[in-house]
């Protein structure tokens, strides 16, 4: 069973930036940061490959940046210039899997 625990939210004012991170009990491979705010689906936020390539939801781009650290295994959400409209629970998830951190609560306030 593959674990993946986030880490790095809190509460920040607008404008403000937080770093996510993700760290996997197993190599990682694509991986993948999500959201979900209260009454809304989890949406993609940002994806990275093995490969290092990169896309984001074009809310995101430009305040964004997911890169990754293979030797820690881990997985990071930078987070810069963050509005009100972030405000969610940010999970990570490995591409073609099942598996699911818990998630981190992010609270943007305006």
């Known amino acids: 069973q593959v674990q993946l625990v986030e880490s790095g939210g809190g509460l920040v004012q607008a404008g403000g930036s937080l770093r996510l991170s993700c760290a996997v009990s197993a190599s990682i491979r694509s991986m993948g940061w999500y959201r979900q705010a209260p009454g809304n689906e989890r949406e993609l936020v940002a994806r990275i490959t093995s490969g290092g390539r990169t896309n984001y939801a074009d809310s995101v781009k430009g305040r964004f940046t997911i890169s990754r650290d293979n030797a820690k295994n881990t997985v990071y959400l930078q987070m810069n210039s963050l509005e009100p409209e972030d405000t969610a629970v940010y999970y990570c998830?490995?591409?073609?899997?099942?598996?699911w951190g818990q998630g981190t609560q992010v609270t943007v306030s305006s």
């Open positions: 998830h490995i591409d073609g899997s099942n598996f």
